[in-house]
């Protein structure tokens, strides 16, 4: 395992509730009750488990509404469990895993950036990689659904996901393609797109994969001490 993430202070509490997809109450140990950011914005299918451990962080900045993040969730079934809430984080993550060379798939490159134009829809590609035989365009993706070992995504219909692939095929064969899947959980060592939540978005990811898109299912392990690097999943599809 390698470390690429230290997570700051983290506080201990229990889920009392998630609404408005933004919002999550939570008991503190310290038996104060809050109100937390919650960067997952979708149906966080299998992990939204109410009653359940939670870890989150908090700001000091005077402008925020919302102190508090919510950052982990602990699932108990089959096993205890830590799951990465936080969407934000996944990129953040993901730069220091570049800049620190760890995906050797990827092979040689000089520079990294982020958030760069690209492609016929006005999209903007997470990271570009330069320096290379050929220019590298890296989409980042988290997934915390799962059945069993199984990743999967998307775990609801993703119009913009659809959107992504279609532009990373239109750069294909001059630069290189990447599809990059961040899983947010340590017990999945398999991946597989997630067609019975949006069949056209694992048509599309077939698609491009014929037509020479790199997939690379990166696992990550959580808790509340950091993310750790444990290598590639296998694909399953």
Request: aromatic share 10%; hydrophobic share 35%.
């Given at each position: 395992?390698?470390?690429?993430?230290e997570?700051?202070?983290?506080?201990?509490?229990?889920?009392?509730?998630?609404?408005?997809?933004?919002?999550?109450?939570?008991?503190?140990?310290?038996?104060?009750?809050?109100?937390?950011?919650?960067?997952n914005?979708?149906?966080?299918?299998?992990?939204?488990?109410?009653?359940?451990?939670?870890?989150?962080?908090?700001?000091?900045?005077?402008?925020?509404k919302?102190?508090?993040?919510?950052?982990?969730?602990?699932?108990?079934?089959p096993?205890?469990?830590?799951?990465?809430?936080?969407?934000?984080?996944?990129?953040?993550?993901?730069?220091?895993?570049?800049?620190?060379?760890?995906?050797?798939d990827?092979?040689?490159?000089?520079?990294?950036?982020?958030?760069?134009?690209?492609?016929?829809?006005?999209?903007?590609?997470?990271?570009?990689?330069?320096?290379?035989?050929?220019?590298?365009?890296v989409?980042?993706?988290?997934?915390?659904?799962?059945?069993?070992?199984?990743?999967l995504?998307?775990?609801?219909?993703?119009?913009?996901?659809?959107?992504?692939i279609?532009?990373m095929?239109t750069?294909?064969?001059?630069?290189?393609?990447?599809?990059?899947?961040?899983?947010?959980?340590?017990?999945?060592?398999?991946?597989?797109?997630?067609?019975?939540?949006?069949p056209?978005?694992?048509?599309?990811?077939?698609?491009?994969?014929?037509?020479?898109?790199?997939?690379?299912?990166?696992?990550?392990?959580?808790?509340?001490?950091?993310?750790?690097?444990?290598?590639?999943?296998?694909?399953?599809?």
């Amino acid at each position: 395992m390698q470390l690429v993430y230290e997570y700051p202070t983290l506080y201990s509490g229990t889920l009392v509730s998630r609404y408005k997809r933004f919002f999550a109450d939570i008991q503190l140990d310290s038996g104060e009750l809050i109100t937390a950011h919650c960067p997952n914005t979708g149906p966080m299918t299998s992990v939204c488990v109410i009653g359940n451990r939670v870890q989150v962080s908090k700001s000091d900045s005077k402008t925020r509404k919302l102190a508090y993040t919510w950052e982990l969730i602990e699932l108990t079934d089959p096993k205890p469990l830590w799951v990465g809430v936080n969407t934000h984080l996944p990129n953040r993550v993901i730069r220091n895993a570049l800049e620190q060379r760890i995906f050797t798939d990827l092979g040689d490159y000089a520079t990294v950036r982020s958030e760069v134009p690209y492609g016929q829809e006005k999209s903007r590609v997470d990271f570009l990689l330069e320096g290379g035989p050929r220019s590298i365009y890296v989409e980042v993706k988290n997934t915390t659904w799962n059945d069993g070992s199984l990743a999967l995504f998307p775990d609801t219909v993703t119009t913009r996901g659809q959107k992504h692939i279609r532009e990373m095929m239109t750069l294909l064969p001059q630069h290189r393609s990447v599809m990059l899947y961040f899983i947010n959980r340590g017990d999945c060592d398999r991946f597989a797109p997630g067609d019975d939540r949006d069949p056209e978005y694992g048509k599309l990811l077939r698609q491009a994969r014929s037509q020479g898109l790199e997939i690379l299912a990166a696992r990550f392990q959580v808790d509340p001490q950091g993310i750790h690097y444990l290598g590639l999943a296998d694909l399953s599809f």
